[in-house]
């Protein structure tokens, strides 16, 4: 399983940088069903992976300038308090078994990996709705400032942070509509912009996490990395090639297929 999960993990870099959003919706099905690590050590290391690969993919896009770093700063800092409120007291408090009866077991790794599907049913909407509309790609036009939209965007940014604390994911697909629909950003200056704050989110996310990592899991741990960064430069590469607006409703179809695939799989274990 080891060449198909490394194979995998260079695809999951490089739909990310395609998309620029959804590389923890790839990256904690590798780690849990081709690596077959348990749920919490995946969702805790695919912070790493997506943190890193997210912090390339802002360098690159910051190099020609489309970064907003007040509109991340609106952001992040939010989802900080949420991740750490999640991942401190939320995770560690939550009881192995949550209902036991009638034959049924239901766990918090199935609690979580469920959680994590309807994620996935969220981020193929996203991404399919942004695939059936236009989004501006005028670099000429001008953004709403975060503050014209205060509450909103510290509200998104708490809701973003919890997602990330629970089950590991960046959050791109939620802050690139906010960014684009909200606070009117072009799409690039809006993928420049999600890529940073996923970056610093999931960082954040796994630092906070490192106790839990276990020390077998890094060298793996490491190599994934390694592949997602390098899919996500080739991702980015060839996305001045692609129709972007296909893309994203194919990649919504292939993510909502796999979310319903997920929610099988679990409903079997239970």
């Not at 060298?219 to 980015?236: C, E, K, Q, W």
Request: with cysteine; net charge positive.
């Amino acid at each position: 399983m080891l060449i198909e999960g490394l194979i995998a993990s260079f695809l999951m870099g490089t739909l990310f940088g395609l998309v620029g959003a959804g590389g923890a919706i790839l990256t904690v099905p590798i780690l849990v069903y081709v690596f077959e690590q348990d749920v919490l050590s995946a969702t805790t290391n695919s912070l790493f992976v997506v943190g890193a690969a997210a912090l390339v993919g802002a360098l690159m896009k910051s190099i020609h300038r489309n970064v907003a770093v007040k509109a991340g700063f609106f952001f992040a800092l939010p989802s900080f308090f949420s991740i750490l409120l999640v991942r401190r007291f939320l995770l560690p408090f939550l009881p192995d078994i949550l209902f036991s009866g009638f034959g049924i077991l239901a766990t918090k790794q199935f609690l979580i990996m469920a959680v994590f599907a309807f994620t996935m049913f969220f981020s193929a909407w996203a991404m399919i709705r942004s695939g059936n509309h236009s989004m501006s790609k005028d670099p000429q036009e001008r953004p709403n400032p975060p503050s014209s939209h205060f509450v909103f965007v510290i509200g998104k940014g708490l809701l973003i942070g919890a997602i990330t604390g629970f089950v590991g994911a960046g959050g791109g697909f939620l802050i690139i509509p906010a960014l684009v629909f909200m606070l009117k950003f072009p799409i690039r200056l809006a993928v420049g912009t999600s890529l940073a704050i996923v970056a610093a989110n999931s960082l954040f996310g796994f630092v906070i996490s490192f106790s839990s990592v276990k020390t077998e899991d890094c060298p793996l741990l490491l190599i994934v990395s390694v592949l997602a960064v390098a899919g996500m430069l080739f991702g980015d590469a060839l996305s001045s090639r692609m129709n972007e607006r296909l893309l994203k409703k194919g990649f919504g179809y292939f993510v909502l297929t796999a979310a319903v695939l997920i929610l099988y799989d679990q409903g079997a274990r239970l």
